[in-house]
């Protein structure tokens, strides 16, 4: 016990004295940033993609879209994203003679992999009842209206518990970033540990912080799902 004491010691005195606090509120930040704006360009992109590939592949050019995302899902699906995060700041910027910080590439390459995984849960809540696709197309709505107005919205109630996981793994996933110069709240606490040799109270902290943030994250949603079943209710 007293030799915990003395590493919680000497980790408050690095957070405090030391300003580590400073790190970490930057790598939280961070953090969230990362994962948030990754959740909203993934959620734009794969619904995109989720409703380019549930369009009736009667003519060719929804083959062709179709192909491509598909393609384009197999992509980020079957490869670690911290090996995109390389391939993107060492190896496309370059070559593009691009510019961008190691937050904003981590926001892009993090929006890019989980459109591919929003893609397929979006594909997989759009099969909602075929009738109401129908009733929209009954009225004179054109196909994009009617997903638009009438099965995107059904499909964001049946997903929003999958999203929240996304968010959740998105968060946890942020702590690879340091691959490109990023600084998280891996790297925060890393910081800290490395200034007086003692890991163990900051990587617990860290993990603390860590549950924290996925339980406020799990309430979050269980409140919106209640939220939306009252919704139901009244209608």
Same mark, same amino acid.
């Given at each position: 016990m ?12 690095? @957070?405090? =004295?030391?300003?580590g606090?400073? =790190? ?7 953090t ?36 491509i995302c /598909? !393609?384009?899902?197999?992509? !980020? ?5 911290v ?16 510019? +961008?910080? *190691? ?6 390459? @993090? ?8 893609s ?6 759009? #099969?909602v009842?075929?009738?109401? +696709?129908?009733? *929209?197309?009954?009225?004179?709505l #054109? !196909? ?18 999958? +999203? ?10 942020? #702590?690879?970033? #340091?691959f ?9 606490f ?6 007086n ?18 339980l406020?994250? /799990? ?7 209640? /939220? ?8």
């Amino acid at each position: 016990m007293g030799n915990f004491s003395l590493k919680f010691d000497k980790f408050w005195e690095t @957070f405090i =004295k030391y300003n580590g606090y400073v =790190k970490v509120l930057e790598g939280l930040k961070n953090t969230l940033t990362i994962a948030v704006l990754g959740l909203i360009i993934g959620i734009v992109i794969g619904t995109l993609i989720a409703t380019a590939r549930v369009i009736p592949q009667y003519k060719v050019l929804p083959r062709i879209l179709n192909k491509i995302c /598909s !393609f384009y899902v197999a992509l !980020f699906r079957g490869t670690p994203i911290v090996v995109q995060l390389l391939v993107f700041y060492y190896v496309l910027l370059p070559l593009m003679g691009s510019r +961008m910080t *190691g937050i904003q590439v981590a926001v892009m390459v @993090f929006g890019l992999n989980s459109a591919a995984y929003i893609s397929e849960i979006m594909r997989g809540g759009m #099969s909602v009842d075929s009738g109401q +696709m129908e009733a *929209g197309r009954a009225v004179g709505l #054109s !196909f994009g209206t009617t997903m638009l107005k009438i099965v995107i919205p059904q499909a964001v109630k049946n997903i929003l518990p999958t +999203m929240g996981n996304e968010l959740i793994a998105l968060i946890k996933d942020t #702590s690879v970033v #340091s691959f490109v110069g990023a600084t998280d709240l891996y790297v925060a606490f890393s910081f800290i540990g490395s200034s007086n040799y003692e890991f163990m109270v900051p990587y617990l902290v860290m993990a603390l912080i860590y549950i924290v943030l996925v339980l406020i994250i /799990s309430f979050a949603i269980k409140l919106m799902e209640r /939220s939306l079943r009252r919704s139901d209710r009244r209608n």
